[in-house]
Antibody, heavy 117, light 110 residues
Framework: EVQLVESGGGLAQPGGSLRLSCAAS????????MHWVRQAPGKGLVWVSW????????GYADSVKGRFSISRDNAKNTLYLQMNSLRAEDTAVYYC??????????WGQGTTVTVSS | QSALTQPPSVSGSPGQSVTISCTGT?????????VSWYQQPPGTAPKLMIY???NRPSGVPDRFSGSKSGNTASLTISGLQAEDEADYYC??????????FGGGTKLTVL
């Protein structure tokens, strides 16, 4: 079964850091582009970041550029999102997604990040 | 990276057809056939319904169809069913090697 499972969410203080993980199974992770997408409470989906299959190419939304870093460990079938200098507006459910034909064909269940003092 | 523009809400009766528009720019929707559509019922993760403007993944009913003209993409749902009630989002690849979503459209089945 194709599956993505996010973890690492929780409560962080403004200015703090968190690292999210996304464990993949049931497909060839090392051959797949991957994304992070977030959704603030009661709001719409917002694309956050992208990484190609070997990690040599990445992209970020302007709102997180310079603060967030996407990476992957193909040996562990795991995607990461390092989030630094967190702000209240980063509060959201964070989803990882597997790219197929420039769309996100597989989604995890999401992990919740709350930034608050 | 401005969000694509979608109507906040649409509605239709069972059996009818509805169309949701998604307007971008020449830097995203207008330049690439890399538009996707997602369905998100309340409290669940999104589901891919259309990729590359008009292609359906396996398992998605053929009642769902996509198209594009210029900077505007569209999702049409025909033979509306109660189970189609959900939020719908479009997304496009962009010229800056990033992606952008629309603001979302709430579909109500009357």
């Amino acid at each position: 079964e194709v599956q993505l499972v996010e973890s690492g969410g929780g409560l962080a203080q403004p200015g703090g850091s968190l690292r999210l993980s996304c464990a993949a199974s049931g497909f060839t992770f090392s051959g797949s582009w991957m994304h992070w997408v977030r959704q603030a409470p009661g709001k719409g989906l917002v694309w956050v970041s992208w990484i190609n299959s070997d990690g040599s190419n990445t992209g970020y939304a302007d709102s997180v550029k310079g603060r967030f870093s996407i990476s992957r460990d193909n040996a562990k079938n795991t995607l990461y999102l390092q989030m630094n200098s967190l702000r209240a507006e980063d509060t959201a459910v964070y989803y990882c997604g597997r790219d197929r034909y420039y769309g996100m064909a597989v989604w995890g269940q999401g992990t919740t990040v709350t930034v608050s003092s | 990276q401005s969000a694509l523009t979608q109507p906040p809400s649409v509605s239709g009766s069972p059996g009818q057809s509805v169309t949701i528009s998604c307007t971008g720019t020449s830097s995203d929707v207008g330049s690439y056939n890399r538009v996707s559509w997602y369905q998100q019922p309340p409290g669940t993760a999104p589901k891919l319904m259309i990729y590359e403007v008009s292609n359906r993944p396996s398992g998605v009913p053929d009642r769902f169809s996509g198209s594009k003209s210029g900077n505007t993409a569209s999702l049409t749902i025909s033979g509306l069913q109660a189970e189609d009630e959900a939020d719908y989002y479009c997304s496009s690849y962009t010229s800056t090697n990033t992606w952008v979503f629309g603001g979302g459209t709430k579909l109500t089945v009357l």
